[in-house]
């Protein structure tokens, strides 16, 4: 099997390239251009085609994303290029070699209301220009004639690249008082986790026939077993370092609400993923968040 990963170096693309390397040969690229001349740059629409041809791959993973949720509020374009008509173009070009194209999105695309777990079919209602660019690339998949598999996941982290975990420790190693939001529900989910899951899928999928193949094909939701607060969440983080020997000068931390935060892009107050369609479908188990979050503080408290 050859797969070709784009994104190596995202938080999620880090992992993959550990995660992928036994089901076969792996290209992974970033958006720079190799010794072999292959360039990653999903947003250039002529290298990416050249690059298909030339690889011939079986399986495409798309970890590259546009992710600076705030920012896309003033770079609607930039964000729709990346997460809409650059996933439009990598799903022709995946479908005229007959290839798999994994790719992964968010639980953005749904309006973040109410209190019951997001599933698969429900409608979507994204309230920020992110989650609007996500969705159209989750449509642009749906309306071509690819074979995908879409993870949709939620409050990402990794030992690798920035995330709410290295904030939290870089901040209570600083401060005394945090205010933390504590009205957003989530899972917040690993990105070793995405990547095993994603291999393991990859690989159920190869040992089937075409015919299943295709029924294993859409879209699905990814995320850690349980669900927390960002205010719980932080909390969770705090006792952990605490408990790995990690010097902190936090004193207090107070849980705020959502409104108490503005931030240009609205946040979606819950993120939680119904993920019994991924667990049956690929026989699969997804551990409790705390698991994976101990796991990366762990390796970043040295």
Same mark, same amino acid.
């Given at each position: 099997?050859?797969?070709?990963?784009?994104?190596?170096?995202?938080?999620?693309?880090?992992?993959?390239?550990?995660?992928?390397?036994?089901?076969?040969?792996?290209?992974?690229?970033?958006?720079?251009?190799?010794?072999?001349?292959?360039?990653?740059?999903?947003?250039?629409?002529?290298?990416?085609?050249?690059?298909?041809?030339?690889?011939?791959? #079986? @399986?495409?993973?798309? %970890?590259?994303? +546009?992710?600076?949720?705030?920012? *896309? !509020?003033?770079?609607?374009?930039?964000?729709?290029?990346?997460?809409?008509?650059?996933?439009?173009?990598?799903?022709?070009?995946?479908?005229?070699?007959?290839?798999?194209?994994?790719?992964?999105?968010?639980?953005?695309?749904?309006?973040?209301?109410?209190?019951?777990?997001?599933?698969?079919?429900?409608?979507?209602?994204?309230?920020?220009?992110?989650?609007?660019?996500?969705?159209?690339?989750?449509?642009?998949?749906?309306?071509?004639?690819?074979?995908?598999?879409?993870?949709?996941?939620?409050?990402?982290?990794?030992?690798?690249?920035?995330?709410?975990?290295?904030?939290?420790?870089?901040?209570?190693?600083?401060?005394?008082?945090?205010?933390?939001?504590?009205?957003?529900?989530?899972?917040?989910?690993?990105?070793?986790?995405?990547? #095993? @899951?994603?291999?393991? %899928?990859?690989? +159920?999928?190869?040992?089937?026939? *075409? !015919?299943?193949?295709?029924?294993?094909?859409?879209?699905?939701?990814?995320?850690?077993?349980?669900?927390?607060?960002?205010?719980?969440?932080?909390?969770?983080?705090?006792?952990?370092?605490?408990?790995?020997?990690?010097?902190?000068?936090?004193?207090?931390?107070?849980?705020?609400?959502?409104?108490?935060?503005?931030?240009?892009?609205?946040?979606?107050?819950?993120?939680?993923?119904?993920?019994?369609?991924?667990?049956?479908?690929?026989?699969?188990?997804?551990?409790?968040?705390?698991?994976?979050?101990?796991?990366?503080?762990?390796?970043?408290?040295?």
């Amino acid at each position: 099997m050859k797969i070709l990963l784009l994104g190596k170096n995202g938080q999620v693309g880090w992992e993959l390239q550990r995660a992928l390397q036994p089901l076969g040969e792996v290209i992974a690229l970033d958006r720079h251009t190799n010794a072999q001349g292959l360039c990653g740059d999903i947003a250039n629409l002529e290298a990416i085609t050249q690059l298909i041809q030339q690889v011939q791959p #079986d @399986v495409v993973v798309n %970890a590259t994303a +546009y992710t600076a949720v705030d920012k *896309a !509020e003033s770079e609607p374009k930039q964000a729709d290029l990346i997460n809409h008509l650059a996933v439009k173009h990598l799903a022709e070009k995946c479908q005229a070699v007959n290839a798999l194209l994994v790719h992964y999105s968010t639980d953005y695309v749904f309006s973040g209301q109410g209190t019951q777990t997001w599933q698969e079919q429900d409608v979507t209602a994204p309230q920020n220009v992110y989650g609007q660019s996500k969705r159209a690339g989750e449509v642009a998949l749906e309306q071509s004639a690819v074979k995908f598999i879409n993870f949709r996941t939620s409050w990402v982290y990794g030992t690798h690249g920035q995330n709410f975990i290295k904030t939290m420790l870089r901040l209570a190693q600083a401060k005394e008082e945090l205010s933390i939001i504590a009205d957003q529900i989530g899972a917040p989910t690993g990105a070793a986790l995405i990547a #095993d @899951v994603t291999a393991q %899928a990859i690989r +159920y999928y190869s040992l089937h026939a *075409a !015919e299943q193949q295709q029924q294993l094909c859409g879209h699905y939701h990814l995320a850690a077993s349980g669900e927390t607060s960002w205010y719980e969440y932080a909390q969770y983080i705090f006792d952990v370092a605490r408990y790995k020997g990690l010097v902190l000068k936090l004193q207090q931390v107070h849980p705020i609400v959502t409104t108490a935060y503005p931030t240009p892009a609205k946040r979606p107050l819950n993120s939680r993923l119904n993920t019994q369609k991924l667990q049956q479908q690929f026989h699969l188990h997804l551990p409790y968040w705390q698991q994976g979050v101990e796991q990366v503080l762990g390796e970043i408290i040295v």
